[in-house]
């Protein structure tokens, strides 16, 4: 934790947010955003009270219509009274302020309606790592009581994946399009599904997609039990269902399966290694701002920099530079 | 570094690489994306003569014909005896063995031939971080004597544009699609862009996509320079060429317009800025080896285990657990 913060305001703001307070929620989550010591505190005591919540994962190409589908499982969880918190990942720049024009649009339905947050997080600048930092917004909307909280992103780069691997279930949605597409989702997604939707089901070709998909899946195995590539064993192949976010078509039977695969798995290894991935990537995380911190404090910037200048002239080997980073890193701190 | 060798078998590596084995240098790679001791030897050995080749990045959504361009430019640099090294960044999971496919197929062509090196590397599973193993890659092949080192990635995914930031000029291949897709393109990557190309020039609609992108770019600043989102001042708004890879159009002007962004920047801070990025992002690397090294070692790993199993449980918050890290580490190390 590099900046600091009044003592007591991560903890005031943690009790706020418990308590209901929207703008203490949000202000929270722009804290741990940005890894301030009001963050760490505010996590320290929100955390013993996280842990119930179902974490999904939604991932996918984009253009396969995720916002679209998480705002019609939103909608059908709310009918039932359960509360939802959205994050976003959102690959636009940072610059161009993508991220908050996308919250202000998705938060007009939800206005006013306590038992919805949605919070757009920029894929990039993340000190800490996106999957730690994601972990932790996730642990803080759970302790503040949300029932099930959507990790929406685009699943197309490493980090992304590495988001949806620490979610307890995941949904890989795509779009009824061609063969060609579907072998370029194959590559690396498929193996983190737990549930392929179909999206956009009225569009032609969705069956046809569907069979696909299906085809594409590795058998069954005789147990029922596969080691999936993450090293999580999964109880079955996925399931592909067919819905439409637009069309509210298959809405019900998706948030149905949804809440099968959470009772189903809550005693599963699978859930477990999904916690442990999440604590890993926490700490983690903690650990990088930490080295970090003590290498690029005001204190010690001008050693570290000139070590890096003398890396980048060739002068000195990366390897050298580490070593005598970690000697100051460690004289000092 | 975790894994052990034979002392000496590193420093024997680095001399048989830099005699022209292309068995030595192939097994040095492998050694660098293993992070084996042999790997940090061979490096030491071969950093002090690395620094000379132009490091390009080529990035862009999948199918703009990345790979394609980048054969047409390997074979455009060879006609003119420039040894040409290539690292292609392969998103295909580790799993299925796309990359070692990908490198027979791309081998082919070049079988026999010295002075083009070609090796792609998994996506996943980069231990100091994909940035830094591929920054290592590439000093290797620089310390080889590799004039021209082409790095390809498929830009979609933050490691992806991290990967892109440690190249000397990036170039951005764009196919000749619609406008929807040019918007997509231009959330991130066009900001990284010192050459924009649309590429499959031969398909109608390229011109149009190539105006389309002209619009999209920022005025061209006063002074001829402007602070890039990166932080790197850019010499003036990213050049956008029409080639085909394919049809081998537009390849010499492409190649041309390389060299010149190479003179050109010598002397300018942009190609400092990626000096130091690649430096930054190969002692962070070897840090968080480090780092994790010290942690998960055989004699500490059931603490570690332990620690974030009560993570896990929210028995401990993430923050606690690092704190009996970190002392874990400093005790043992």
Redesign the interface.
């Known amino acids: 934790m590099t900046k600091t913060a009044a003592p007591g305001s991560g903890a005031r703001l943690a009790e706020e947010a418990r308590g209901g307070s929207r703008l203490a929620l949000s202000r929270l989550l722009t804290a741990i955003e940005s890894r301030t010591a009001a963050a760490?505190e505010a996590?320290?005591a929100l955390?013993?009270s996280?842990?119930s919540a179902h974490l999904v994962g939604v991932t996918g190409p984009?253009?396969g219509g995720k916002s679209t589908l998480v705002a019609a499982l939103t909608a059908e969880a709310r009918a039932a009274a359960r509360a939802v918190g959205v994050l976003a990942i959102d690959?636009?720049?940072?610059?161009?302020g993508?991220a908050i024009l996308g919250d202000r649009i998705r938060m007009q339905q939800y206005a006013g309606d306590d038992g919805v947050f949605i919070r757009s997080m920029a894929?990039?600048g993340h000190l800490g790592g996106?999957a730690g930092t994601t972990a932790?917004a996730a642990a803080a909307l759970d302790a503040c009581g949300f029932d099930i909280v959507f990790i929406e992103t685009?699943g197309?780069?490493?980090?992304?994946?590495e988001v949806a691997s620490i979610a307890d279930t995941t949904v890989v949605v795509q779009a009824p399009e061609t063969g060609d597409e579907i072998q370029?989702l194959k590559?690396?997604l498929l193996?983190v599904a737990d549930i392929v939707v179909v999206n956009k089901a009225d569009r032609p070709g969705a069956d046809r997609a569907a069979a696909q998909l299906e085809a594409m899946l590795p058998p069954l195995p005789r147990n029922g039990v596969e080691g999936a590539?993450d090293g999580r064993p999964r109880p079955k192949r996925p399931q592909v269902l067919l819905a439409s976010g637009l069309e509210n078509v298959g809405i019900t039977e998706l948030l149905a399966a949804l809440d099968v695969q959470r009772r189903l798995r809550a005693d599963l290894p699978h859930v477990?290694a999904a916690?442990?991935a999440?604590?890993?990537a926490?700490?983690a995380g903690?650990?990088?701002d930490?080295?970090r911190a003590a290498l690029w404090s005001d204190r010690r910037r001008a050693e570290t920099d000139a070590?890096?200048?003398a890396?980048?002239?060739?002068?000195l080997?990366?390897?050298?530079?580490?070593d005598q980073?970690?000697g100051l890193a460690?004289d000092g701190s």
């Not at 890396?311 to 002068?315: E, G, L, M, N, Q």
């Not at 080997?317 to 580490?322: F, R």
């Open positions: 760490e996590l320290r955390y013993p996280a842990g984009p253009g690959p636009s720049s940072p610059v161009t993508g894929s990039r996106l932790e685009v197309t780069g490493q980090s992304e994946v370029a590559a690396g193996e590539p477990q916690r442990l999440r604590a890993r926490q700490v903690i650990l990088a930490r080295t070590l890096l200048e890396v980048a002239s060739h002068i080997d990366p390897y050298a530079a580490a980073l970690m460690r």
